[in-house]
């Protein structure tokens, strides 16, 4: 644990230090943003920090393990396991379960994934004797999605004007219904979908704020990975847990923003700035994982979207390949283009899969 300090560049170091007050920092691609978020962590915990009081949220079950792992090795695994550290799903159904009671839900109450939300829409559309070309499951899901991720419940969906205006536009007058049903068949079941465990934590924290005092005390530090990722309820949920100790780091690249099309709200990001004035800003700019060429590629393009925050990423690797352009007519086209010439590297070469 002594020398963790001496694995990290200057800018790594700067973001693992700053321990008070929000900080946001800028990881290029292949930048070791999980390192900085590993090595914060375990710096938090060697200067005192009970590992209870640090929430950690990531998107993937996969690099909550990789951290957990990781800390392990810095600080102990006892105490890793301490970490209130994963996904938002899992944490905020943590929370739900022991606060339950409050909602009207049981604490046990089921998690539907995905293919059981859409069984239960097709069967609200049969019922309804609509024709399902028309309402398709997986387009209606889709749409009730992204109402609970901004925060309209059934009722408010079905009271906003401009929603039924939109359906009626697209032939699915009958969409505000069905939210209705599918909201109350759930909470008939004991049962909760992945939308509704960030919706539901927002009503609680809203509805019982000595519930939101509870955990405000509790999480004195709290930091988010992929922030550029964050949808309105995620970013709600965040920004009121943080309010009290404004211990908040977040990690991120407004140039990786690629989820728009899943609710993702880049402004929450670029906004940082706004929501926590005097704020530790930190860019993580060298890249560890591709060459030159393609690191200044990428910056040709990066530098012409219209809204960032500003930075130079830079590559120390050698300077690589000329990148090929490759023009294929399809999808699948692609796909078969990029395994041939993996194939091709393997035999010339003699590498293996995981070299790629």
């Avoid at 700053?18 to 920092?25: A, D, I, M, R």
């Avoid at 695994?77 to 209130?84: F, I, P, V």
């Avoid at 007058?173 to 927002?202: K, V, W």
């Avoid at 990428?298 to 300077?319: D, G, T």
């Amino acid at each position: 644990m002594h020398n963790y300090l001496a694995q990290l560049n200057e800018a790594q170091r700067e973001a693992v230090l700053q321990k008070e007050g929000p900080s946001l920092v800028i990881a290029g691609a292949g930048s070791g943003k999980t390192r900085v978020l590993t090595y914060r962590i375990a710096h938090l915990m060697a200067t005192g920090v009970a590992p209870w009081n640090i929430l950690a949220l990531t998107f993937t079950n996969k690099a909550a393990r990789e951290m957990t792992e990781r800390i392990g090795l810095l600080v102990g695994s006892e105490s890793a396991h301490s970490l209130w550290m994963g996904t938002f799903h899992s944490i905020f159904s943590r929370i739900l379960r022991t606060e339950s009671e409050k909602l009207g839900f049981p604490s046990s109450f089921t998690i539907y994934d995905t293919t059981d939300s859409k069984s239960l829409i097709k069967s609200i559309i049969k019922e309804l004797k609509l024709d399902d070309a028309v309402y398709k499951p997986s387009g209606v899901l889709s749409r009730i999605s992204n109402a609970k991720n901004n925060l309209f419940t059934a009722a408010a969906y079905k009271g906003n004007a401009a929603f039924l205006e939109e359906d009626r536009g697209t032939k699915r007058p009958e969409l505000a219904r069905i939210y209705e049903i599918y909201a109350a068949r759930c909470r008939q079941s004991g049962a909760m979908d992945f939308d509704d465990l960030l919706l539901f934590t927002n009503i609680l924290f809203r509805d019982h704020p000595e519930v939101l005092d509870k955990y405000q005390q509790k999480f004195r530090y709290i930091l988010v990975d992929e922030y550029q990722d964050t949808n309105f309820s995620q970013y709600l949920i965040i920004k009121k847990l943080a309010q009290q100790h404004r211990n908040i780091c977040v990690v991120g690249d407004d140039a990786q923003s690629i989820y728009s099309f899943r609710g993702a709200k880049i402004e929450n990001i670029l906004n940082f700035k706004n929501d926590y004035p005097g704020h530790n800003l930190f860019k993580l700019e060298q890249n560890y994982r591709s060459t030159q060429t393609i690191v200044n590629a990428a910056n040709s393009l990066i530098k012409k979207n219209e809204r960032q925050i500003p930075k130079e990423v830079y590559s120390e690797n050698s300077e690589g390949e000329l990148i090929q352009l490759i023009d294929a007519f399809t999808d699948n086209e692609e796909g078969y283009l990029v395994v041939g010439s993996i194939f091709d590297q393997i035999t010339r070469h003699q590498l293996r899969y995981d070299d790629f």
